[in-house]
């Protein structure tokens, strides 16, 4: 019983040691590995496609961390770094794509949509307007109107819909 | 008519996009390295890591560089296809061993047949990600003057090879 404890305290340490090791880079410079967390939370993995490459456990994601890291160390600003990645890999890698004349339809397309619906609503309804016949009351109408207003009414309409 | 006509135009629009879209393998991630020089690089050759292999070593000759492991499984099915096409002599082909166990490679190389005129070891997979290398396999073609032509995502079969490769092999080397 106490070999089993105590083999199981090793491994706890065992694998607490292992993870330190892991964990080492970010001890560095936490300042430094919050760059390149930053940077790599706006890139794509290539592997997983629908996660960022701070997320990817994907053995590449790594890899490109990694030289994320290093670059970053040799001084490299983010726009190089993304220059690097973009070369390599394209635009794919980007979850932000850039503005640029292939990428218009992608950037400006929902306004174009809205503009396109605005239009055709107002043409709608100018048009169902038209329909409501704006013609003034004829005399007949008119007398009828005032009467009503009065209250000294006496069409059997009127009586009609107050039984009803 | 009318009524309907603009949500049905408006619908079959959406449906032939979906069906473009359905058509697209999202893990062909297009690259931009096509018609860009290779990047040039200098790793160990995997048979004698003493000697060194460069891409300007194949300037002049229109080459496959295949990008392969022994640890992934597409490449085995590939191999044999690699096999046959070095065999056939249309097109030399030249190997990138990523990040991989050399003895692993060598053995697999002795027991199945090596299809490369030369090997390259990139044991860190930094020459892999200057090709844009997101998966093992992928092969680049790359002319005489040094600029890749084309890139193949995952294995060769022998359909690609007849369909793709050759043709455009026998274009490049006029």
Redesign the interface.
């Given at each position: 019983m106490k070999r089993l404890a105590a083999q199981i305290v090793f491994l706890f340490l065992a694998t607490a040691a292992v993870w330190a090791q892991e964990a080492r880079p970010a001890a560095d410079d936490p300042v430094l590995e919050q760059r390149v967390m930053a940077l790599s939370q706006e890139l794509r993995c290539l592997v997983c496609q629908n996660e960022t490459l701070a997320d990817s456990r994907a053995d590449l994601a790594n890899d490109l961390r990694n030289q994320i890291r290093q670059q970053m160390k040799a001084g490299k600003s983010d726009k190089e770094i993304v220059a690097f990645l973009t070369d390599r890999y394209g635009d794919f890698i980007l979850y932000r794509p850039p503005v640029r004349p292939a990428t218009y339809l992608l950037w400006f397309g929902p306004f174009l949509l809205m503009v396109g619906g605005l239009v055709f609503l107002f043409r709608h309804l100018k048009a169902r307007r038209a329909l409501i016949s704006d013609a003034p009351l004829s005399d007949d109408e008119r007398r009828r109107a005032e009467e009503l207003l009065r209250g000294t009414a006496t069409s059997p309409a009127l009586v009609d819909r107050k039984t009803t | 008519m009318s009524k309907y006509g603009i949500p049905l135009a408006i619908f079959v629009v959406l449906l032939i996009f979906l069906a473009i879209g359905l058509g697209h393998d999202?893990?062909e991630?297009?690259?931009?390295?096509i018609n860009k020089a290779a990047p040039a690089f200098q790793l160990p050759q995997l048979q004698d890591p003493a000697k060194s292999f460069s891409a300007a070593d194949v300037r002049g000759k229109v080459w496959l560089l295949n990008v392969w492991a022994t640890w992934c499984g597409p490449c085995r099915e590939e191999h044999p296809v690699l096999v046959e096409l070095a065999r056939s002599g249309a097109v030399p082909i030249y190997g990138l061993d990523y990040?991989d166990v050399r003895d692993d490679a060598l053995t697999l190389l002795s027991q199945e047949g090596n299809p490369y005129v030369l090997c390259a070891s990139d044991a860190?997979?930094?020459v892999a990600?200057?090709?844009?290398v997101?998966?093992v396999p992928e092969t680049y073609l790359i002319d005489r003057e040094g600029v890749i032509r084309f890139k193949q995502v995952g294995p060769l079969t022998s359909e690609s090879v007849q369909k793709t490769i050759l043709p455009l092999v026998k274009d490049l080397n006029k």
């Open positions: - | 999202p893990h991630v297009p690259s931009p390295l990040k860190d997979g930094r990600i200057d090709y844009g997101y998966g």
